[in-house]
């Protein structure tokens, strides 16, 4: 790790997943001397997953690289306001702007942009097709573990798709983009267009929506970017 780096690391899930898949990025940050924190964010709520994203914000000592995933992305703009952060990347990730929301910004999708397999809400809560899951989420990851990532889904909240970004964080802090150019879940023109908007420095990598568990050499690269202020 460069002197000069920030050495603080957050990653932030996104919907119908848990923590667990970033540990092949923890594993290559750990090992080059970062201190990293996982959240492990209910996905019930936006605020709630904001205030346990802030909870791990605190934990740490010093500036702190703040990562998103998907609906990660949402959080980490509405959490990355905190004076200890010192820059955001987003892996493949929603970067809202103020009044948007997750809802808003799948409102109106590309032409011909592959349509995630979404179950119809039960009891608040939404679910990706098992059978199709590997071919939206996870098309690039092996097929026994894209299964159990089907398998063990984490119910996401109809409400934290409705939670709407108050004041962006990008507006106002440097950040990073990983675009996933063979996305099925986050159309990659979106993605493009976030990137752009928040004026990101970015990075394209073809891969699927679960780049950060297929690919975590290239994520882990934009990470250590940001946290050394290059871009």
Not at 25 to 34: C, E, H, K, Q, R
Not at 59 to 78: F, I, N
């Amino acid at each position: 790790m460069p002197e000069d780096s920030v050495k603080n690391v957050v990653l932030v899930h996104g919907g119908f997943v848990d923590g667990s898949g970033w540990q092949g990025v923890y594993d290559l940050l750990t090992a080059d001397g970062y201190n990293v924190r996982i959240v492990q964010n209910p996905t019930v709520s936006l605020d709630d997953d904001v205030a346990v994203t802030k909870r791990a914000i605190a934990d740490c000592d010093g500036p702190v690289v703040l990562v998103g995933h998907s609906y990660g992305g949402v959080v980490v703009t509405e959490a990355g306001t905190d004076q200890k952060i010192a820059s955001l990347v987003y892996i493949a990730a929603f970067a809202p702007d103020a009044g948007e929301s997750v809802n808003t910004l799948i409102a109106d999708p590309p032409p011909g942009a592959p349509v995630p397999p979404i179950l119809p809400p039960r009891d608040g809560f939404l679910f990706l097709d098992r059978e199709k899951f590997a071919d939206s989420f996870a098309a690039d990851v092996p097929p026994g573990q894209a299964a159990f990532m089907a398998d063990s889904q984490v119910p996401w909240g109809v409400e934290a798709l409705q939670g709407a970004v108050t004041k962006p964080a990008w507006r106002e802090k440097p950040s990073w983009y990983l675009i996933a150019t063979d996305d099925r879940m986050i159309p990659p023109p979106a993605q493009h267009a976030m990137s752009e908007r928040a004026g990101s420095s970015v990075t394209e990598v073809p891969a699927s929506h679960s780049v950060y568990v297929s690919q975590p050499q290239a994520v882990t690269s934009l990470i250590k970017e940001a946290a050394a202020g290059r871009g």
